[in-house]
């Protein structure tokens, strides 16, 4: 009974979130070319750090200069994560997406989570 006690408490922490205060330390932290921290600091960011009416420079002096993969109009985009299958390309991953209105402040911001 103790062991299966000690077994299940092991399964429910492993299971537990990583979530972790956003640094800029681990924002910028690279394992090759892979961005092995940020999926652990997303959800502060878009929580406490990243709010509507920041402005854009706010955002840029945070994060540093954006990845843009869309091109969509007043938006920016960060890489979270990406996941690779067999071959170079990467088969699912996601990204922060943060828009702006014409004044250059935040109106949004999203993970956006995509896969192929």
């Known amino acids: 009974m103790k062991i299966s006690f000690l077994i299940f408490i092991v399964i ?6 990583r979530q972790r205060p956003f640094s800029i330390e681990d924002w910028n932290y690279k394992e090759d070319i892979i961005y092995a921290k940020r999926k652990f600091l997303v959800d502060d960011l878009i929580s406490n750090r990243i709010y509507k009416g920041l402005s854009y420079n ?3 002096n945070l994060l540093g200069e954006p990845e843009n993969y869309t091109g969509t109009e007043n938006t920016i985009e960060y890489e979270i994560e990406e996941i690779y299958g067999s071959d170079i390309d990467p088969i699912k991953g996601s990204y922060l997406a943060i828009t702006f209105n014409p004044d250059s402040t935040v109106i949004a911001v999203e993970q956006v989570k995509w896969e192929r």
């Open 12 to 17: 429910i922490a492993s299971c537990q979130s």
């Open 58 to 60: 706010s955002v840029i």
